[in-house]
């Protein structure tokens, strides 16, 4: 028989998929886990249990999180919500504004933010704006595309009829009748506007598919019938802008209802004016996105280049600076994004990362020098299983994590640290659904579904319970009330820093058995983990009978520890009493080496050595694991 000493000091390759069971010669074989859940990966390659969610307010229902980021000392969250949009400051409720989606629409508004002003879009409703004042009110208002002193407004036009079909006005000036040699109006043309010749006029009266009334706004230049005429890019009729993006001091509109593969680029400087001119280096530009198939752009990044994300395709946007002379367009990689839901790209370490239209991709949008091209690396390939139809995402700079919300209520996340080449996995779970997450300064804010009320969460590292609040009493009480969130449930509660047996919430208080000053109270988690079966080497001994001799835990900052080599969870004691603790207190945190011994033979090497699984609301860090072997020759 053999012995053997293994060391497991990192898990940055994070949870893997079981089809690298066989594969012990990889490096993320090593550097892996079977099962990593409800724990956050550090970029040094530590795990520990995930921060608790401290419960901020009930939402109205489903919906969606955005952030609104003044500047790094005024941050905002908005919840969007079926005809509302909520503004939070510090986990209060500061605005409440009437806006016109419905949930239908929520999981198509894409957004993007300039100082004090955020533009919301949407293909099937008017664009608006969500404006901060100087005295922080906020107020949601349409767009206003630039309009000249003579009513002229500077906004897109195309001709959505074919090219042959021609308009015929009855007068040149005032009010008169435009008649087209095909049916192209309809009832939803009123109000809208049409060049004809260069001049403009805006519909008043549709008088059929063929004919409208229409008032001049600009003389037109004859009453013969011509093909020179277009209408406004965007209107009901149309549609509207899909997606958009600040770049180079323009505005970015990428995509509409009807257009759904056309840029169009703002006059420098002057956001709302989209006056093509005659070119010069300032005015605006247009184009659409001409390939061997129709790329509906789904979304826009503004980093190096323009980078334009399309349900085939990926592309970027060149021009230093961006004129219409210079401007150039250049596919890179065949990916495609999600083309049913908006879920905007987000940017990590100079990447940017968006979800593939496969809904089971994570890729990484990075230019490389060396090709003078971008590249488009799956983050996901070896953790394939945790993706699973993702419907939001976000990314926590403090933490280093990407958090990816999936359609089942679940979320993962990826801790992500591109210097150090790490890219780890690890799922999470609550006793709810998770319905969208959204990164506001420092913290991280959820929507959650918890069946009868659907609850604004933020991750709390002080907390390890979900939908938690604490609470201080200057005298020690054992009635503590302010929980209608959870009415009906069962709650943990960690009283004085001791685990209290769990409580149903009645009228919104729970009672304690015993007296405290100090209480957290929320729904429990389990964190998990697993590691990956010995190695498939020969030093692993693949098919062999083999045993677990002893396995050394080094913790940090922990006061729980559940664990199973073969027999079963149990909890293992940490450390005895010193002389600074209290017996029957809180349980000590401490930092060092547990040794646990095991026994018993396993066939083969298929089957896990050891695995952590708790639910106790205390905190718990793994730095490492030693474990020592016996091997049956």
């Known amino acids: 028989m053999s012995r053997i000493r293994q060391v497991k000091t990192t898990f940055t390759a994070g949870e893997v998929s079981r089809t690298l069971l066989g594969r012990g010669d990889l490096r993320a074989y090593e550097n892996g886990a079977l099962t990593l859940q409800n724990v956050f990966i550090q970029p040094t390659g530590g795990v520990t249990r995930r921060a608790g969610m401290r419960y901020v307010d009930n939402a109205r229902g489903a919906g969606r999180l955005i952030s609104f980021e003044f500047n790094t000392e005024q941050t905002y969250l908005l919840v969007l919500t079926a005809g509302k949009l909520d503004v939070y400051a510090d986990g209060t409720n500061i605005a409440t504004l009437d806006a016109p989606w419905d949930e239908t629409h929520i999981r198509n508004i894409a957004w993007t933010q300039s100082a004090d002003t955020m533009l919301l879009v949407h293909p099937d409703m008017p664009p608006l704006t969500l404006n901060r004042n100087a005295g922080g009110v906020f107020s949601l208002n349409g767009w206003g595309f630039y309009t000249s002193d003579a009513n002229v407004r500077r906004q897109p036009y195309y001709k959505f ?22 049916n192209v109006f309809s009832e939803d043309h009123e109000g809208t506007r049409l060049r004809v010749g260069g001049k403009e006029v805006v519909i008043t009266d549709f008088n059929s598919a063929t004919v409208v009334t229409v008032d001049v706004i600009e003389t037109l230049l004859t009453t013969t019938p011509t093909i020179d005429w277009q209408e406004q890019a965007f209107s009901a009729v149309r549609g509207y802008p899909g997606s958009v993006a600040f770049h180079q001091g323009r505005l970015v509109i990428g995509g509409s209802r009807d257009l759904p593969n056309r840029l169009w680029f703002s006059k420098s400087g002057d956001l709302f004016n989209f006056d093509l001119g005659t070119g010069l280096d300032d005015q605006s530009i247009e184009f659409a996105i001409l390939s061997d198939q129709v790329n509906a752009i ?7 280049h323009l980078q334009v994300f399309t349900s085939g395709a990926e592309w970027m946007v060149t021009g230093d600076p961006l004129t219409p002379t210079t401007v150039q367009l250049k596919r890179q990689t065949r990916i495609g994004s999600l083309t049913d839901r908006h879920i905007p790209p987000v ?5 940017t990362l968006f979800i593939a239209r496969s809904k089971r991709e994570i890729r990484e949008f990075i230019y490389t020098d060396l090709e003078q091209a971008y590249q488009s690396t799956d983050l996901a390939l070896l953790s394939r299983h945790l993706i699973d139809d993702p419907v939001d995402q976000d990314f926590d700079a403090r933490r280093r994590l990407l958090f990816l919300v999936r359609a089942d209520g679940k979320f993962a996340t990826l801790t992500v640290y591109r210097a150090e080449a790490v890219a780890a996995w690890t799922l999470h779970e609550t006793q709810g659904s998770v319905q969208s997450v959204a990164v506001v300064g420092d913290d991280v804010f959820l929507l959650v579904d918890r069946g009868d009320v659907t609850t604004i969460e933020r991750l709390d590292d002080d907390v390890n319970l979900d939908s938690a609040l604490d609470g ?4 020690p009480s054992i009635t503590w009330a302010g929980l209608d969130h959870l009415e009906g449930q069962s709650v943990t509660i960690l009283a004085d820093g001791i685990v209290h047996p769990d409580c149903v919430v009645e009228d919104g208080r729970i009672t304690l058995n015993d007296p405290a000053s100090h209480v957290v109270i929320g729904l429990s988690y389990n964190h998990i983990i697993e590691p990956l079966p010995p ?8 098919g062999r009978a083999m045993r677990l001799i002893e396995a050394i835990f080094r913790v940090e900052d922990t006061a729980a520890l559940r664990l199973d080599v073969g027999r079963g969870l149990r909890d293992i004691p940490l450390r005895q009493l010193g002389e600074d603790d209290i017996p029957g207190g809180p349980p000590p945190r401490v930092s060092e080496d547990v040794r646990v011994r095991a026994f018993g033979w396993q066939p083969g090497s298929a089957k896990s050595l050891w695995r952590i699984e708790q639910s106790v609301p205390l905190p718990f860090t793994l730095l490492s694991v030693t474990t020592e072997l016996k091997v049956n020759d």
């Not at 042959?164 to 006005?169: E, I, R």
């Not at 201080?472 to 005298?475: F, L, R, T, V, Y």
């Not at 190695?535 to 693949?542: L, P, R």
């Open 161 to 182: 009829a074919a090219t042959g079909v021609s308009l015929t006005p009855a007068a040149t000036t005032g009010t008169t009748t435009l008649t087209a040699s095909a």
């Open 298 to 304: 789904r979304g826009l990044f503004s980093g190096r």
């Open 347 to 351: 940017s990590v370490d100079g990447a």
């Open 472 to 475: 201080d009493a200057e005298d």
């Open 535 to 542: 190695g498939t080497s020969a030093e692993g001994g693949v």
